[in-house]
């Protein structure tokens, strides 16, 4: 069976930087961060007081109101970030055959402050169980795609893929294996998280994973410095078309990108930390690397997982080390989050997207707020610190990893 082409063909961002693609982009370019104290509630006993929350987004600007009271907030970063995608992409959804069009989206939590605060709300009473009888649609994570097909009745496959931070790099794969393998002509994919809450700040601060940089919070992702002693929690989504290219080219669509392959592997060694030699993510690379047929000196741009941990970033630099051996003093490597944040299960559709635009237009983001070297690092390695780096790249990898050990990585190829 001879697999099917797939290829990009509609973008959409909801980030901590811009509300929409063309904004995101040129805030990664400009090197804008997105950190900032955080208004969503009292942080005066947290051990963190900043993250990366949308700025200016208001849910009723793009979904009805009482449609809105219906849905957590990832599911509605969900929806507003497909419908740009779909916009985008310029499919007629009058013409497309519906049964064909797919909705495959991560999420590592889901609605995390529905459930926070029908808790609460139940503890504060008199302890009969008058919960919401929207809490748990709310709150299940495969909801985000099941609204997305609702609103324009894609009706093939429809699920949500949960592998913690590697979520929406888990669900772009299984789209393109779904399209590859001729089962649908369209599949909507991507992530989103909304665990800016009470219960997600006091729980990653309770594992000792987020930065407390408190007096500095627009500097706090650091990837790669020496300095850095966490992530930085965002929330967002981002939305990604992938389409069989027959049916593209069929169309007359414009086309962002190629996606070659994905890679998938397990680190078998920690719930929360990564192996040391990163064993794991040498797997997953090369698993890309195969499935996309692509050879290691191919490869332009590496945009890595990059949380800013003092573990994290070491290992994933001494896998790509490993795998790509000369070759990667020759790669533009970069970390988006030191921008964005880290956004959970929607890290990895919003940093494939920033993979794509660099394609698209020649230019390699920054890894911003690097100020000190890590001793422990290749200094060998082209890390994009502090400023954008034009480039013609034209093969790009992402990386994505989530707690578990799950690891993911995509190949895109700009097309000629």
Known sequence: MELKRVVVTGLGALTPIGNTKDEYWDALIKGRSGAAPITYFDTEKFKTKFACELKNFTATDFIDRKAARKMDKFTQYAMVASDEAI???????????????????????????????????????????????????????DIAPGNISIKHGFMGPNYTTVSACASSANAMIDALNTIRLGNC???????SEAAVTIAGMGGFNAMHALSTRNESPETASRPFDATRDGFVLGEGAG???????????????????EVLGGGLSSDAHHMTAPHPDGIGV??????????????????????????????GDVAELKAISEVF?????????????????????????????ASILAMKHGIVPPTINHTTVDERIDSKLNLTLNKPQKRDVK?????????????????????D
């Open 239 to 257: 939305a990604i078309v992938l389409e069989s290219y027959e049916h593209a080219k069929a169309r007359g669509s414009k086309i962002y990108a």
């Open 325 to 353: 051996g000369d070759h990667a003093k020759n790669i533009s490597i970069n970390s988006t989050k030191s921008m964005t944040g880290h956004l959970l299960g929607a890290a990895g559709a919003i940093e494939s997207i």
């Open 395 to 415: 093969v790009a990898m992402s990386n994505t990893f989530g707690f578990g050990g799950h690891n993911a990585c995509v190949l895109f190829k700009k097309l």
């Open 282 to 311: 040498i797997a997953v690379m090369k698993n890309c690397l195969e499935n996309a047929g692509i050879k290691p000196e191919e490869v332009d741009h590496i945009n890595t997982h990059g949380t800013s941990t003092p573990l």
């Open 87 to 141: 916009s985008d992409s310029g499919l007629d959804l009058d013409k497309v055959n519906k049964l064909r069009v797919g909705v495959i989206w991560g999420a590592g939590i889901g609605g995390l402050e529905t459930f926070q605060q029908e808790v609460l709300n139940f503890a504060d009473g008199d302890g009969t169980p008058r919960f919401n009888p929207f809490f748990i649609p709310k709150m299940i994570a």
């Open 185 to 191: 002509d369209v599949v909507v994919t991507g992530g």
